[in-house]
């Protein structure tokens, strides 16, 4: 494995066709070294294709060069690469991710938590993007990453023996991976200002659903933000953290 180059993209692909046009042959990656498990034979999770990598070809890499870990589908649409050197290593990049924001309504007097997409990546089912989406202008701070890109620094990696769970072998692995990565090491997620489509799924096998309860479950989630599960949920708090919140707005608004 060659450590000339800066950045290197790890795919596990099952559809070589579609690997070609998304990052093979894109102009934005060609300067990347690409590093590919070929699954269209087998059946090995997606976790461990990317922890097999990390246990056994990560020592070989330069600790200032940057990983990428994305689906065959993700196709970058701008370059990215002057952004990418610039940013501090000590923290998780996607280019799509999802926070949560608490809003409280008085109609209903309980608390809505809004799930936020953020992001600069358009996802359809098509295989010719229509448009490319608006992204946002700046890194923005987010609860956790998209699994179809995560850009990471090879020293944090090495640093903080990061890895990926392989209970969830195929959804919201790198959504547990910003968890654990923040639970554990303060260390944060930002969705970075780049333009970029990923070929989504037409439809959810239950094995999504199951990892999603399991991530739920795992780290005690009443609601769980999400770039795939972008919903209106509601949470019941106590009269306690309804007075503290309503306080705290009334605080904020007069300091205005």
């Given amino acids: 494995m060659s450590n000339s180059k800066k950045f290197h993209i790890v795919t596990v692909v099952k559809d070589f066709d579609l690997y070609e046009e998304s990052i093979k042959n894109n102009e934005f990656t060609k300067d990347c070294e690409l590093i590919t498990y070929d699954n269209s034979g087998d059946d090995i999770s997606i976790t461990?294709?990317?922890?097999?990598?990390?246990?056994?070809?990560?020592?070989?890499?330069a600790p200032?060069?940057?990983i990428i870990f994305c689906n065959q589908g993700f196709?970058?649409?701008?370059?990215?690469?002057?952004?990418?050197?610039?940013?501090?290593?000590?923290?998780?990049?996607?280019v799509m991710g999802a926070k949560s924001k608490r809003k409280f309504s008085w109609k209903r007097f309980k608390f809505l938590d809004e799930i936020v997409k953020v992001g600069g990546v358009i996802k359809d089912e098509s295989h010719t993007p229509k448009q490319r989406s608006r992204k946002d202008k700046k890194l923005k701070i987010v609860e956790n990453i998209d699994s179809c890109c995560m850009i990471v620094n090879a020293e944090l990696?090495?640093?903080f023996h990061l890895n990926f769970n392989e209970k969830?072998?195929?959804?919201?692995?790198?959504?547990?991976?910003?968890?654990?990565?923040?639970?554990?090491y303060k260390i944060k997620a930002h969705v970075l200002p780049v333009d970029a489509f990923f070929l989504g799924p037409q439809e959810f096998p239950p094995e999504y659903y199951e990892s999603k309860d399991y991530l739920k479950t795992e780290y005690h989630l009443n609601n769980f933000a999400s770039y795939n599960t972008v919903e209106l949920n509601s949470t019941r708090y106590s009269l306690e953290n309804m007075v503290e919140t309503v306080v705290e707005t009334v605080v904020g608004i007069c300091r205005d």
Wanted: charged share 30%.
């Fill in 48 to 61: 461990q294709r990317y922890n097999d990598f990390l246990e056994n070809h990560l020592k070989k890499i």
């Fill in 64 to 66: 200032n060069d940057w």
């Fill in 75 to 94: 196709k970058f649409l701008e370059d990215f690469k002057d952004l990418v050197l610039k940013l501090e290593p000590n923290a998780i990049y996607g």
């Fill in 157 to 159: 990696l090495q640093d």
């Fill in 168 to 184: 969830l072998p195929y959804f919201f692995f790198v959504e547990e991976f910003c968890l654990a990565a923040l639970y554990k």
